[in-house]
């Protein structure tokens, strides 16, 4: 035996046996007790759960170490425990923390010189843990203190217990659970005996390669007269120990949380409903599925509870069609909006009172001045209806009488509506134009969802929580609870969006919903959203990396998932339409057909026609422009070369238009009539109020005296 095996055995066996009496004099105490070690101990992932206590996914918190849940005896494979023993402690049952039979089986290297609870000792207390390759005589001498308290203050159960908790395997891996799983790829209660052996093998060797513990299980193998093959030994080492060890967690159904948690203490418990979650997921990845050949590869759910603002579903992508934008969280990126802001357009004129829902609004081409040049929306069909109602107008998404009730309300008006109801719009406000009304802003989902929610709950803007542990969302009121009640009325009518959308369509559910589509420039982006008595749901549809998709619209993309989260989620309940509030009333009207009709209106609005006909409709100038310069054409008479007015609608009754001051008797005035120079065009009601005014100038005429500007 070679010499330094000799002082191995002195300093372990002989020097210890010397010093024991002075290291019981000053070795600690005192042990922890069972009840701290176990409930201290922390996983490295932690557990986001559900509002009913369900798992939805893990997040690693710990860099170091792989923990997983800490293991009572009785769950793990009793082989692999029978195994452990043998190997590391044949005397477990009968030593009182103390084998001093190990020493010599270390010698004769088939296992190791501490006890098992010597080593939970060790695992207990960083300062037993040895410097180098071998504790130091002192370091001994308060491990086997240590292991002598624990026998006397522990069970062996609990010994045992802890041990395969805090045991380290290869690599980061500590306790049985985490190797089982990571190794493995099951449970440590379904190890059977040839993976138990490898497992126990691997026992203090965290570094060491697969053939040295393939060869150590052999070893291990005929000393427990165990009948397993060598060669099967090393196929399972080779095909366990030959990768990067990978925990895979059973659950992650909403991986997006994980970058949105505020504590890293404990289990998380999210608003979020698994089963909502489930629905929600499914759908979005059946539906992608089903048109992902028209370039679509993205999605995003989110379900929120109307009447607690709690999040119960949150989908930030689908990995259905592709994985490159797994971990892109499509609830919270900017995409363009669409049509998905008209309602709140339209609640903001409602709610000043500039609309009603009879009100007569142009569907027609218009053409509006900008300091970029002149702006000419179309409808996205291309086609134009001609005079129709508000509710006309906002149920089939028409873009013209959009543009018409923006240059209403004002677009700085509008932009400051919008980020009262929580949008954080990254424009400065004078960048935003008429365009606004069609959705020439990037908005989140998220910030959709608690604007819609706002709609849904008369008015009043809640901000939307996500975790239990959230403080409750202090309401604010956005928007009148009437003018919230009108477009929740014309959002559920199905008949008022036939116009674009025919009456058999994927927003047609079975019970009361009111909801609204939207389709981005170059089908890039597509949006439904909308709310029931019980639930708020927003959808989008698109690409992460914003590539357009191919012939898909709100309709034909985000509409179908929307729907379907709506019917799984009224399947056993029913959904109530709004109560009207006591600042609305119905009255009776005639539409544009001549048919009588009854409409909501606020108080204090009339539905009589000839009233709002010229106030509340928007009456604009739309030839000449404001700004406009008009030349005479040299090649033409003078006195033939006519300038022809043009108003966004038929002027109301005793309406006419006045140039420079004057009253015409028609619509159009001769240049030769008009001298160089400055003039205002204006529309005047039967009372002679102004509509609206535009002023150009003429340039290039035989006639060389300047008019006034008027003032």
């Known amino acids: 035996m070679h010499r330094s095996r000799w002082i191995k055995i002195l300093l372990m066996v002989i020097i210890p046996g010397v010093l024991a009496p002075l290291v019981y004099l000053f070795a600690p105490g005192s042990v922890p007790r069972f009840s701290e070690v176990k409930n201290s101990w922390q996983m490295s992932d932690q557990k986001i759960l559900d509002r009913h206590g369900q798992l939805l996914l893990t997040t690693r918190i710990d860099k170091q170490r792989r923990r997983l849940d800490w293991l009572s005896l009785d769950q793990v494979a009793p082989v692999l425990v029978r195994t452990i023993i043998r190997v590391e402690d044949q005397r477990f049952y009968q030593h009182q923390g103390i084998d001093r039979r190990g020493f010599l089986a270390m010698l004769r290297q088939k296992r190791g010189g501490s006890s098992l609870t010597m080593q939970l000792a060790a695992q207990l207390n960083p300062a037993l843990k040895a410097k180098g390759k071998f504790r130091r005589p002192w370091q001994k001498m308060q491990q086997m203190r240590a292991a002598r308290l624990l026998e006397q203050e522990w069970t062996k159960e609990e010994i045992l217990e802890a041990y395969l908790n805090l045991v380290s395997f290869r690599g980061e891996l500590q306790g049985i659970e985490a190797a089982s799983q990571a190794l493995m790829q099951k449970a440590a209660h379904g190890l059977n005996a040839e993976e138990s052996l490898l497992l126990t093998a691997a026992l203090g060797l965290p ?6 513990i393939a060869r150590r299980a052999c070893r291990l193998r005929s ?14 080492a080779r095909r366990t120990l030959n990768r990067a060890p990978e925990l895979r967690s059973s659950v992650r159904l909403a991986p997006h949380l994980a970058a949105l948690m505020t504590s890293d203490q404990g289990d998380v418990h999210a608003t979020l409903d698994r ?9 979005l990845q059946s539906h992608l599925a089903a048109i992902q050949v028209q370039n679509v590869h993205d999605g995003a759910v989110l379900v929120i509870d109307n009447q607690t603002a709690e999040v119960l579903a949150y989908v930030g992508s689908s990995e259905v069609t592709t994985k490159k934008n797994l971990f892109v969280d499509m609830v919270r990126a900017k995409r363009q909006a669409g049509s998905s802001l008209k309602p709140l357009l339209y609640g903001d004129a409602l709610d000043q009172k500039l609309i009603t829902a009879a009100t007569l609004l142009e569907d027609t081409p218009i053409s509006l001045s900008t300091s970029t040049g002149l702006y000419v929306p179309r409808n996205y069909d291309e086609k134009y209806h001609g005079t129709v109602t508000v509710r006309e107008a906002l149920a089939s998404s028409l873009n013209i009488p959009a543009v018409r009730v923006i240059d209403m309300v004002g677009v700085p008006a509008f932009v400051t509506r919008l980020r009262g109801m929580g949008f954080e719009l990254l424009e400065d406000t004078e960048n935003y134009g008429h365009s606004l009304a069609l959705g020439a802003a990037d908005i989140s989902p998220w910030e959709l969802a608690g604007a819609y929610l706002s709609l849904a709950h008369g008015g ?3 901000p939307l929580k996500l975790f239990l542990n959230e403080p409750l969302p202090v309401a604010r009121p956005v928007m009148g609870a009437e003018a919230a009640f009108v477009i929740s009325q014309i959002l559920s009518d199905r008949s008022a969006r036939s116009l674009t959308f025919g009456l058999e369509n994927p927003l047609a559910t079975p019970f009361w ?3 609204k589509t939207g389709t981005s420039k170059d089908m890039r982006d597509n949006w439904c959203a909308g709310y029931s008595s019980r639930y708020t749901v927003v959808v989008w549809v698109g690409n992460a990396d914003g590539s357009p998709m191919w012939s898909v619209t709100g309709i034909s993309g985000a509409a179908p998932v929307w729907r379907d989260v709506m019917n799984a989620l009224h399947a056993n309940e029913n959904s109530v339409e709004p109560l009207p509030p006591s600042g609305v009333v119905q009255s009776g009207f005639v539409n544009t057909q001549g048919r009588p009709q009854t409409e909501w209106f606020l108080s204090g609005t009339s539905p009589d026609q000839q009233k709002l006909a010229d106030r509340r409709y928007g009456l604009k100038i739309l030839h000449p422009l404001d700004g406009t310069v008009i030349a005479f054409d040299p090649d033409i008479p003078e006195t033939q070369q006519v300038l022809f007015f043009e108003a966004s609608a038929k002027l109301p009754a005793g309406g006419r238009w006045v140039l420079n001051q004057k009253v015409l008797t028609g619509d159009y005035v001769r240049l030769s009539d008009l001298k160089n120079g400055a003039h205002q065009l204006e529309i005047h009601n039967r009372e002679g109020k102004r509509l609206d005014a535009v002023q150009f100038e003429v340039r290039g005429g035989s006639n060389v005296q300047v008019s006034q500007r008027p003032r």
């Open 513 to 515: 919903t009111a909801v």
């Open 207 to 212: 570094t060491a390669p697969l053939e040295t």
């Open 223 to 236: 000393v427990l007269d165990l009948k397993m093959d060598c060669d099967r030994l090393e196929y399972l």
């Open 275 to 283: 089963r909502i979650q489930e629905w929600a997921t499914q759908a």
């Open 460 to 462: 009043i803007y809640r």
